[in-house]
């Protein structure tokens, strides 16, 4: 029988089956922020529809196309939030956190566009990111490059490589901006409508523009590198050597560029092989104007985000999944509220315990043990319960051992892991 509701289009639903490798790898992220010294920052998933139209640019193709918007019962322009770093910015400036001459901030968030669905792109996925406002120099942008590459080695996704580039400041980028302008204007009839309404307004989003038509018309177009000015040339030298010393791979790459309002100077990416084309698994920039556009201070910050979704795409199939360190089942009925004892005994004690509660036979527990990958198994019969003991099964090899059932969670606890069962 078909379900009369379905998950909307470009959404899923987690299992549990799956999510814990969801969990593995948020843990893995808070872990590094934590080491890094970035705190959790959790803003609300709607936000006013202005933060992101003044902060995202309103003619940005997030704004026009992708952002989810309504009005509320005041009459009040809202929207789910399409990116997460002018809310953290909006946060930042509300609360008063530029009163530190650096925070440091980290998030994992449920991000909203409306675009089409495909492997790793979902209208709701969950983003990691972190922020970092205040500090101007080259360094700290070598530093979220790190903890993004420091991340993905603690999850084991190896081979991955920051494109870096720099898409200039407001000294410089005029000239880089005439400069795509001549070069695109031959062509402004073959690009798509959206190119060609940002072709005077912002000719820099041409460049970030994912029509296979556009992506062609831009081949030759000019580097942002050769139009840098003094102090934009020497900020992506000092990132770069930042990089070496911290031996994070990386390559320069032009074409990088961060098409929204509110970036200046670095831009990079994270590229991954396991993806084939679609190969980017992080994005991120230098954003020293968006805190004045929020109506804040000039403020330099540096973040980056990455879809979680294309994180596990990349990372693949993991067979590891946590199992029960031990099944309790039952040989007789009599033994059904003893066994719920033991099991939030053990719980408590810190061991995963699993029982039946639905009274399955022997047989269809000692399956139900083997089927949930369960190191042991703790059968309680009429037997163990006259001599309060428990009979503890090895499920790896069978061996049988009676055990106080007043020890079974010390005994449990001491044992050695089992080949393959170190960091469930």
């Known amino acids: 029988m078909s379900p009369k509701y379905r998950a909307p289009r470009g959404t899923q639903d987690i299992l549990p089956e799956v999510s814990w490798r969801w969990q593995r790898v948020e843990a893995a992220f808070r872990d590094i922020c934590r080491r890094y010294g970035y705190g959790e920052i959790r803003t609300p998933i709607f936000e006013e529809a202005e933060l992101f139209e003044r902060g995202t640019g309103a003619g940005t193709e997030i704004v026009t196309k992708q952002m989810y918007t309504f009005e509320d019962r005041g009459g009040r322009s809202l929207a789910l939030r399409p990116e997460g770093t002018p809310s953290v910015v909006r946060a930042y ?16 968030a449920p991000i909203f566009r409306y675009e089409r669905p495909q492997a790793g792109r979902y209208r709701q996925h969950t983003q990691l990111g972190v922020e970092a406002i205040g500090a101007p120099g080259p360094n700290i942008d070598a530093e979220v490059i790190a903890l ?60 970030d523009c994912k029509v296979p038509a556009d992506v062609e018309a831009r081949q030759g177009a000019p580097s942002a590198l050769d139009h840098l000015c003094a102090e934009c040339r020497q900020h992506l030298d000092g990132v770069g050597a930042a990089l070496d010393a911290l031996s994070v791979p990386y390559q320069l790459d032009p074409t990088i560029v961060r098409g929204l ?45 990455s879809g979680l979704e294309r994180l596990l795409l990349a990372l693949g199939e993991d067979a590891s999944s946590p199992t029960p360190d031990v099944y309790i089942a039952v040989a007789s009925p009599e033994a059904r509220q003893l066994a719920l004892e033991l099991a939030i005994e053990l719980r408590r004690a810190g061991l995963a315990a699993d029982l039946d509660f639905t009274q399955r036979s022997l047989k269809a527990q000692m399956k139900e043990a083997d089927r949930l990958g369960a190191r042991f198994t703790a059968l309680l019969g009429e037997d163990e319960m006259a001599a309060g003991s428990v009979t503890l099964r090895d499920m790896h090899t069978g061996d049988q051992q009676t055990i106080p059932r007043s020890d079974i969670a010390s005994h449990l606890a001491a044992r050695p892991a089992a080949p393959g069962e170190a960091g469930q």
């Open 261 to 305: 309002d509110y970036y200046t100077r670095t831009a990079f990416e994270v590229v991954h092989p396991s993806l084939g084309a679609k190969d980017v698994i992080m994005g991120g920039g230098r954003y020293d104007g968006l805190a004045e556009m929020l109506g804040g201070k000039p403020t330099p910050g540096i973040g980056f985000g």
């Open 148 to 207: 993004f590459h420091d991340f993905l080695k603690e999850i084991g996704l190896e081979g991955a490589v920051t494109h870096l580039s720099s898409i200039g400041c407001p000294n410089c980028r005029p000239a880089f901006s005439d400069a795509l302008r001549e070069f695109f204007g031959p062509k402004l009839d073959n690009l798509c409508d959206f190119c060609q309404a940002r072709y005077q307004t912002n000719p820099l989003r041409i460049l």
């Open 93 to 108: 400036l509300e609360h008063g956190l530029d009163s530190a001459a650096l925070q440091k901030l980290y998030y994992i």
